[in-house]
Structure formats: structure tokens, C-alpha cells
């Protein structure tokens, strides 16, 4: 028997509804701030992803899924959303357009990690980015975005931890300071810090270990060595989102995963958890446009994971709206009954009305079976004496009311029984 590869799983009819619930939030909130949907290849140039989300990541390093296609092209499944549409804004030349340029995306990311509860090997995004401005402004409106969206999906319990890791100016002075910190404790890191410190020590501050978390905390903060452009626009993000009623705790170890950012970095987290189960995270990317081999070009984004969403939607028991159910299930008895039941079910659709058709040749109590578990609202029932009187007989499956039709009154039942 073949299985789900490890760590994806399928959506399940009865699971769609919670699917349905998310995004359709996510489209209103799009469209209410006015960011156009754009779709992206499921895989891209495996060196889209190296050279923006960085060499020195995890996801890079550890999580791609790279292959090699006829040609010998080297591709990766994406591994996230942000690169792509950077990649799309260059290749349509979308900095022609009046900026900023603001996009929405959803769909399946690929990331071979330890697969566990809200983390899989396929996960799905849903992600906004704003291009071609660097108005802190611009950071407020994706933070109150971010923050507007999980309110609209009720949940609750939700915190934004938000800091600024500087630029390319300020940056590297930064990484100094913290390299000596570390330094100082270079027998207590584990492994993977060890080579972090090494090849990408903002990362350091990112471990997950009890004992490099202890030594995370003395480490210099990456906001006390903001230059000044840095630092007058970290301090007007947080005046924006102050004028916006947007709460938010300055968190100065959280730098992401990726690579691109420069100043504004930001998550959603429920409360009490650590950063592994942020529901979204995003920032600013001003250099990654230029590492793409366009002008420089600053941009801003979002993305949240929807299977952590919908498990936080579980966890706190948020009733969703069912997806619609068939109107009316169409049961027959005989050839001669099936084939006026094929042509009413045909005219009610036609009609905009949902049916579902029996088949085979069952008894009408398998039937009936058939019809309660397909969730409809009544049966239609068709036999001899129905075809003789040119009526059918509609049950209503909830009160297990029945009446007879006539055969050119259907549809007007149905959808009267449907107000
Ligand atoms: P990210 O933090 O890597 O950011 O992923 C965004 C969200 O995707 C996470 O907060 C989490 O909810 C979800 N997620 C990530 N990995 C997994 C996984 N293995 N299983 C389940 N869910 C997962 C980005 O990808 C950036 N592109 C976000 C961004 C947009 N920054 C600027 N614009």
C-alpha cells in the first residue's frame, strides 16, 4: 500500500470546510487593502532560493528539495514565496507600474524537515508583499494586516514580536559584537552553532538549545547598533503601529530564518509558545530585489502557514461554517424510473439546483442510506407509481416529512424547502 509521502498529508473532504474558512479571510483581507493576487510555479531555480534565503539557513542548507530536471537544469520545489515573487516582479517588469506593487499568493511550500505536529514537509502559505517602497508606513500596514487577519479568523491569545536587524551599513558591525560574545563561550555551543558562528551568526540567536539560549541572552541586541536611517525607521514603524492600535512586544533575539531581511523583522505567535510555532512571520527585504540583479528596490512582506492555523483554530474550538450540501439526493426504482430520474436530476442542475444521482440497482433502502450520508437536504423518490402519476415523492431526510410533487413542480419545491 502506498501512503502520503512522510510528513504531507491530505485535506480530506471533511476538512475542507476549515481550508474554505482561512481563506477565504485571506482573499477578503486582500481585497480590502487592495493587494492583487498573483500565482507561482511550484518549483523555481534551485539558485533563486540559495542566493536570496541564503547559504548558511536551514532551509537552504537542510530543506530543499532540489533535483535535477531532463535538461540538467538544477530546480528546487519552493521553499517559500517571498523570492518568487521578487523573481516575478523583475521578469514582468513590475517596477514599471506606479509603487508600490502589492501582491497576495497562497499555495503549498516544500521544506524536508523533522515532521511533527504543525511542522511538515509540505506546508501551505498565504503571503502578501509589498514592493518598490520603504516607507515604514508601508511595514505598519503589513503588521496591521498580518494582526487584522488573525482577528477576522477569531483567534485569540496572539502576540507580534517585532525587532530590526539593520542593514547592509550597520549590519556588519553588529555581527562583530556578536561573533566576540560568542566567541567568549566557544566550548559550551552546540554543533550547529558552531558552525553558525562561523558562517551565519545572526542565526546564533535562533537556537532552540537550553545552553545557547542562556548565552543568547547576554548577546549584544541587534538594535543598539542601528545606524541612523536604521533606527529612525525602526522607531517610525513603531509609532505607525501605535497610531494604529496595533500591540506588539520589541523581542530583540528574533532575527527569522531566512537570509533577505533587513531592518523590520516580525512573527505571530500564540501566547506561551516559542518561536517554532509561529503562525506567520515577515519583514522588510530591501537588498533582495538587488541580490536578484534588479535596481535596488526595497519590499515588505507577510507569510502564515494555514495548517498551523487551522490547528490553532481546533485548539480553540472555533466553530467554522460548513461547506453547502447537496439540495436533494435522487433515489429510482426500475430502468424505466432511472432514466426519468437521470433527466429530472439533469434539469434541477440546470436549474442551479445541487443534486446528487443515485446509481446502480439497489433497493430504496440502500438508497436511502446512501442519501442520509450524503448530507442532502430531501430525497427524490422515483417508482412506478410516481412515473404513472407524473409526480415524484420529495422526503424531507431531516423531519421525515414526504409529500407528492408533480414532476414540473420540482425545482420550485426544492428551492422553497431551501429558503
Ligand atoms: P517563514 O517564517 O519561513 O517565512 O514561514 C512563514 C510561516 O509558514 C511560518 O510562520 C509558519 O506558520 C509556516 N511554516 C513554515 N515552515 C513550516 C513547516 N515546515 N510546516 C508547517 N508550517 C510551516 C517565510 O517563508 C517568508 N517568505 C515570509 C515573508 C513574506 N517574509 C516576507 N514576506
Not at 437536504?377 to 422515483?382: K, M, P, S
Amino acid at each position: 500500500m502506498y501512503k502520503a509521502p512522510r510528513g504531507t498529508f491530505d485535506i480530506l473532504p471533511e476538512e475542507q470546510a476549515y481550508w474554505k474558512y482561512v481563506e477565504d479571510k485571506a482573499v477578503s483581507l486582500c481585497r480590502l487593502y487592495s493587494y492583487q493576487p498573483l500565482s507561482l510555479p511550484i518549483f523555481e531555480d534551485a539558485q533563486l532560493f540559495t542566493r536570496t534565503v541564503g547559504g548558511g539557513t536551514d532551509i537552504v542548507d537542510k530543506e530543499m528539495y532540489v533535483f535535477r530536471d531532463k535538461s540538467g537544469q538544477e530546480l528546487a520545489l519552493r521553499t517559500e514565496g517571498t523570492a518568487p515573487v521578487c523573481r516575478a516582479y523583475l521578469e514582468h517588469g513590475l517596477f514599471n507600474l506606479a509603487q508600490p506593487v502589492k501582491l497576495y499568493y497562497m499555495g503549498p511550500v516544500f521544506r524536508y524537515e523533522r515532521p511533527q505536529a504543525g511542522r511538515y514537509r509540505q506546508h501551505h502559505q498565504f503571503g502578501f508583499e509589498a514592493l518598490g517602497d520603504a516607507d515604514p508606513a508601508l511595514d505598519a500596514e503589513v503588521i496591521q494586516m498580518a494582526w487584522q487577519f488573525f482577528l477576522s479568523l477569531q483567534l485569540s491569545g496572539l502576540s507580534i514580536q517585532l525587532n530590526s536587524i539593520g542593514c547592509k551599513l550597520c549590519r556588519p558591525e553588529y555581527l562583530e559584537a556578536l561573533k566576540q560574545h560568542y566567541a567568549s563561550y566557544a566550548q559550551r555551543l552546540c554543533p550547529d552553532c558552531e558552525v553558525r558562528l562561523s558562517r551565519n551568526p545572526l542565526r546564533l540567536l535562533d537556537c532552540k538549545k537550553p545552553s545557547c539560549q542562556e548565552i543568547a541572552k547576554t548577546a549584544p541586541k541587534p538594535t543598539e547598533y542601528l545606524c541612523h536611517g536604521c533606527r529612525v525607521h525602526f522607531e517610525s514603524v513603531q509609532r505607525y503601529l501605535a497610531t494604529l492600535s496595533i500591540p506588539f512586544e520589541l523581542n530583540s533575539r528574533l532575527v527569522r530564518g531566512l537570509d533577505y531581511y533587513t531592518r523590520t523583522v516580525f512573527e505571530v505567535e500564540p501566547q506561551g509558545k516559542g518561536g517554532q510555532s509561529s503562525l506567520g512571520g515577515g519583514g522588510r527585504y530591501d537588498e533582495l530585489i538587488e541580490t536578484l540583479g534588479g535596481n535596488p528596490t526595497p519590499g515588505v512582506g507577510f507569510a502564515a502557514g494555514l495548517e498551523r492555523i487551522i490547528l490553532n483554530l481546533k485548539a480553540q474550538k472555533r466553530a467554522v461554517r460548513a461547506l453547502p450540501r447537496p439540495v436533494a439526493f435522487i433515489a429510482y426504482l426500475g430502468e424505466e424510473a432511472k432514466i426519468e430520474a437521470m433527466k429530472i436530476a439533469s434539469e434541477l442542475r440546470q436549474a442551479g439546483i445541487p443534486i446528487v444521482m443515485a446509481t446502480g440497482d439497489k433497493g430504496l433502502k440502500w438508497q436511502m442510506r446512501q442519501a442520509n450520508s450524503s448530507g442532502s437536504r430531501y430525497a427524490v423518490i422515483l417508482g412506478k407509481e410516481e412515473l404513472a402519476n407524473r409526480a415524484v415523492t420529495v422526503r424531507d431526510l431531516g423531519s421525515g416529512e414526504q409529500n407528492s410533487v408533480p414532476m414540473t413542480d420540482i425545482a420550485k419545491t426544492l428551492k422553497r424547502g431551501r429558503e
